[in-house]
């Protein structure tokens, strides 16, 4: 009897270990804050309230020093990177827009002729995919580790903010039309807007939104970790200056009517309700299968563009965003249960101080006049092979080389292309404000792994889609002649320093201070999931989070 009771017992204990082992989350929720830096974690944190950002930071496992590994850092590439697992060198998204050498013209990177508008009647809109991104992303793999009963849905005011996460195998991914104000999709997806999608923007929400007065949530004096809201670094919503109260009616007249909702919080209150419309409608983390919810906040990056990382608006921004967050948590216990979903929070991108702040600030900073500097580049060049067209564009700072200039005999067009290669680049490291310039046979032949920026360069740089010459400015220094407002894109830590937050089923309360790149959320993903990495993975699972 004793031996039968223990037999029962052990098989009792491994069947439960078994179950253990092979559980997986109801539903991931993947949350990128555009443009958020890591320190907005901890910057506002008293202005936090308890169920938002401080859930995650105080119950999740927050990587502190979580970085980009690649430039230039901006929000296509990152989407991808976050959601891949690797970098621009893998899965070809160098840019948000870039010069294609094949068809000689600019493409964009979720652009897709073939596909078609739905939900709305702007033409332009929703021809897209995510037919560039050339590798798997963590949703696809979770398509693949299911026979595709897993849901997957992507949505986000940017379209590359949706597509990109959501993969190519997604059931949906959807995006604002700041032309009608309604989310919409493309042919790529579906043919026609499910009725919930439909129902939900016959709300409306965007009309009410914008007929209301943006005013900050605290008195005023209270933002005592911003700037004064009257600043002299922040650009102008049309001829407003850029303080409080926004008058959203007034404004809208005259910045594009919907396409005010992304320069303001209210963007993020609509995604948020919309997010929370889409869990019971689609039933996510309803079933055994895990489902993937990813979600991209564009309010931040758009606004903070404009008026930069002081200004009392992106404060406010940030509050009402911590009450998204905690409202959408709140609506993941009620539906999936708290326990059974995972969340990460992470951003595509940092951003740099306001250039003009810095210099005011007596530290080293400075606006590179892009038009000069291409100008004065092909003066030069003029001097070398006259007559001759040598650069065909730049773009992304890169430069791409005019092929056809040079003659097609290999023994004199290689020479001539090397020589300009390094005219190029003696004329460019004499300029103010560059630090490096790379040519492609160094990148191309680069290791992976390197360090420092050249090692940022190479996995940034697509051998076949990227340019001839890759150009690095020095920290601080931007090609602007504007005083107000800033932006990102460079491999310096302002860009690169990212949050990188786990939250939820199979996470423990933590924190690591050891280096990660963005590059390691998918694959930690994939460990919690349990499924394949994605194909084109360079990233590591966070250790730290399961030791
Ligand atoms: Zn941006």
Not at 314 to 320: A, E, F, G, I, S
């Amino acid at each position: 009897m004793r031996t039968l009771t223990l037999f029962f017992f052990v098989t009792v204990i491994s069947l439960t270990a078994f179950s253990q082992a092979n559980e997986r989350p109801k539903l991931v929720v993947g949350i990128m804050v555009d443009q958020m830096r890591q320190e907005y974690l901890y910057r506002y944190y008293d202005k936090y309230g308890e169920g938002g950002f401080k859930r995650l930071i105080d119950k999740g496992f927050v990587v502190m020093n979580g970085h980009y590994n690649y430039v230039p850092t901006y929000t296509a590439p990152g989407h991808a990177s976050v959601y891949t697992g690797t970098t621009p060198a893998y899965h070809g998204i160098i840019g948000n827009d870039w010069y294609d050498k094949t068809i000689d013209k600019s493409v964009y990177c979720a652009g897709d002729d073939s596909q078609k508008t739905v939900g709305s009647t702007t033409e332009d809109k929703g021809k897209m995919s995510p037919h560039r991104m050339l590798t798997t992303t963590i949703t696809d793999e979770l398509k693949l580790a299911t026979q595709k009963k897993s849901k997957v849905i992507g949505i986000s005011a940017k379209d590359r903010g949706s597509i990109l996460p959501a993969g190519h195998m997604a059931d949906a991914a959807y995006w604002y039309d700041g032309k009608t104000g309604r989310l919409i999709t493309s042919t790529f997806y579906m043919d026609k807007l499910p009725d919930w999608v439909e129902k939900f923007n016959a709300r409306q929400l965007p009309d009410k939104y914008l007929s209301q007065t943006w005013n900050t949530l605290l008195p005023i004096d209270q933002y005592e970790e911003s700037g004064s809201d009257n600043s002299p670094y922040e650009a102008k919503l049309g001829e407003h200056r850029s303080v409080f109260p926004y008058d959203l009616k007034e404004l809208r007249k005259t910045n594009g009517n919907f396409e005010l909702l992304t320069n303001t919080p209210f963007s993020n209150d609509f995604l948020t309700e919309f997010a929370k419309t889409a869990i019971d409608a689609e039933k996510l983390g309803a079933d055994k299968w895990t489902d993937f919810l990813a979600l991209s906040y564009s309010a931040t990056d758009y606004a903070g563009h404009r008026v930069g990382p002081n200004a009392v608006e992106l404060q406010d921004m940030y509050m009402r965003l911590d009450k998204n967050l905690a409202d959408l948590f709140r609506k993941l216990d009620e539906t999936v249960g708290d326990g059974n979903y995972l969340v990460f929070l992470s951003a595509d991108h940092a951003v740099a101080e306001v250039p003009q702040y810095l210099i005011d600030s007596k530290t080293p900073a400075g606006n590179l006049r892009f038009s000069q500097l291409t100008a004065g580049l092909t003066d030069f060049l003029n001097s070398y092979f006259p007559d001759k067209q040598i650069i065909k564009t730049v773009s992304n700072d890169q430069v791409f080389l005019n092929h056809e200039a040079f003659s097609t005999d290999p023994r004199t067009g290689g020479v001539d292309m090397m020589i300009a290669t390094e005219l190029i680049s003696n004329y460019l490291m004499q300029q103010d404000g560059i630090a490096n310039v790379f040519s492609k046979g160094l990148l191309r032949q680069g290791d992976f792994n390197e360090g420092g920026i050249k090692g940022m360069a190479i996995r940034g740089h697509h051998p076949k889609r990227s340019g001839d010459m890759t150009v690095v400015l020095e920290p601080g220094w931007f090609y602007s002649s504007r005083i107000q407002g800033t932006t990102h894109g460079s491999p310096y830590t302002y860009d690169t320093h990212v949050p990188i937050v786990f939250y939820g089923k199979g996470v423990k309360a933590g924190s690591t201070v050891r280096y990660h790149t963005v590059t390691d959320i998918a694959p930690t993903l994939s460990m919690l999931l349990k499924i394949k990495l994605p194909n084109g993975c360079t990233g590591q699972p966070v250790a730290e989070l399961f030791e």
